[in-house]
């Protein structure tokens, strides 16, 4: 028999059914500007920030299933504590998987038997007190933001199926001292193979800090990650982008990717390096310095946060200063009495217009600009992961905008800025909703601008309410709408039921 309080390892489980249920528009300004009043898309804030697993296309069915086991739980007695300080090492596992299918064929006459699975997480981990190793495949969002009301973390949302990764990371924030904690990643990943540059692999860190106790009102965050798209092959890039096919991959490129030295100022090897790994770094780089400062409050706590954009040069010299995530989140720490109450607002504005000026002229620090965020030279798919962007979904692919503004590049449209709200909280014990609001200026890009800016309304409120059925199943429903230039108008509704729970918890002594 298992004694009450001892510590457990729990395999769980969690099945969601859903349909995406998109009406149909007939009004004649979008059949005259986008040639597509026949065809309605899921709404923007029903599939961003989804690891990739929601569609763009029209009414969809929808089953999702994932099984997991998780650490220990916390131990809740002194012998139980005891017994976790000798527990040196842990281990786990996830996997989830998503199935769609078309409610219509392409012609919108008749059910399609088309079914497509995405396989958004399946990894394996083990922990050595507060470090963790893991390999696979995982949900993540890094740099500082809301982890569910935001726009998105700008360098990593989760708005794309994540790549493969083998990381190593603490585990949430690690003590130094009393007063100093550490939350970093070191990664190695590997792209989709049917890329434009096929075979290409991401290095990955990001260093934190936090400054205040677990305890204290006051905490000061600081830290950086670092993203870099390398290595791979392609046989239709012209000379002056690669050398025999090959992009560099050797381990002295490694050293040079991790520490983003630059080949200017050294002589290399030019059969093996082209004139654009010269005259830059190697790989695509990109990340974000974050700041932030939390006040944790009895009754209210408040985060501000900033996000501040580097691809080249444009932020040691500050030209690009003015781009950024800057965000405040407000939670309610009240005691929860089981009425209407507002758990979490988060108030967001994403800048990426600067880009540190239209001019690019190496050798003037001032004129360091046209960084054209999420694009590269060599890796023609930019910023993504099964053709989703990975970063913020507000600079998205070009292919997900409608025909009048073209583009050769990944995105054509990376000069935006948006002003977001996003909302959490409950009626009862038993109903609660969230609602993300977002309005947006959109300029294309500096090598391509649109004739005018173009404006868009995207939002959502979801419901979602705990019923008796089976043991207890949610009932979710979610309501997204768009509106402007550039998804058109989009209605659509997503109602799921979602039943999670416990499968085995096996004791430990």
Sequence with gaps: MAAYGQTTKPLTFQVELGSYITPQFTDSQRKAQAGSADRAEIPFWLRANQYGI?????????????????????????????????????????????????????????PSNMVAFVLPEAYVKMRIRGIEAWGGRR??????????????????????????????????????????????????????YNRFVKGSMLHQKALYLRLGSATGKFWFIGGMNHSVQWGGNNESLPSSFIRNSQLPASSEDYIDVVLGSSLGDRLIDTTKYSPFDAGNRIGNHLG?????????????????????????????????????????????????????????AVLEYLNTYSQGGGEF???????????????????????????????????????????????????????????????????????????????????GIYDAPFNQM????????????????????????????????LYENNLGLFVSLKKSGLIKSRFTK
């Excluded at 809740?76 to 998987?97: E, K, M, P, Q």
């Excluded at 501040?308 to 407000?330: K, P, V, W």
């Design 54 to 110: 929601v569609p763009r296309g029209e009414n969809v069915y929808t089953l999702r299933t994932g099984l997991r086991v998780d650490y220990h739980g916390a131990p809740v007695t002194a012998i139980d504590s005891l017994r976790a300080s000798h527990r040196h090492v842990d281990w786990g596992w996830g996997f989830d998987l998503a199935a769609n299918a078309n409610g219509f064929n392409a012609n919108r006459t008749k």
């Design 139 to 192: 949900r993540e969002i890094i740099g500082l933001a809301d982890s569910s009301l935001s726009t998105g973390s700008y360098i990593w949302s989760g708005n794309a199926v994540p790549p493969l990764k083998i990381q190593l990371n603490t585990v949430g924030w690690v003590p130094l001292t009393r007063w100093l904690y550490v939350n970093a990643l070191y990664a190695h990943g590997w792209f989709e």
């Design 361 to 443: 002229i190496n050798e003037d620090p001032s004129k360091r600009g046209r960084d054209n965020y999420f694009n590269h030279g060599q890796y023609r798919d930019g910023w993504s992961s099964y053709g989703r962007t990975i970063g913020t979904p507000f600079i998205a692919p070009a292919t997900d905008l409608p025909s009048r503004y073209p583009g050769n590049e990944f995105t054509n449209n990376n000069r935006v800025r948006v002003y977001h709200v996003g909302l959490s909280g409950q009626f009862s014990k038993r109903m609660g909703f969230t609602g993300k609001f977002s309005y947006s200026q959109n300029l």
């Design 288 to 344: 974000t310095v974050d700041l932030g400062m939390e006040f944790r409050g009895k009754a209210v706590s408040v985060f501000f946060y900033r996000q501040s954009i580097y691809e080249d040069g444009s932020l040691f010299y500050l030209i690009n200063i003015a781009d950024g995530l800057h965000g405040t989140r407000f939670t309610n720490n009240r005691p929860n009495r089981g009425g209407f109450r507002l758990n979490r």
């Design 454 to 485: 173009a404006a868009q309304f995207s939002g959502m409120i979801g419901l979602y309410s705990q019923l008796n059925w089976l043991g207890g199943t949610v009932l979710n429903t979610t309501v997204g709408y768009d509106k402007g230039d």
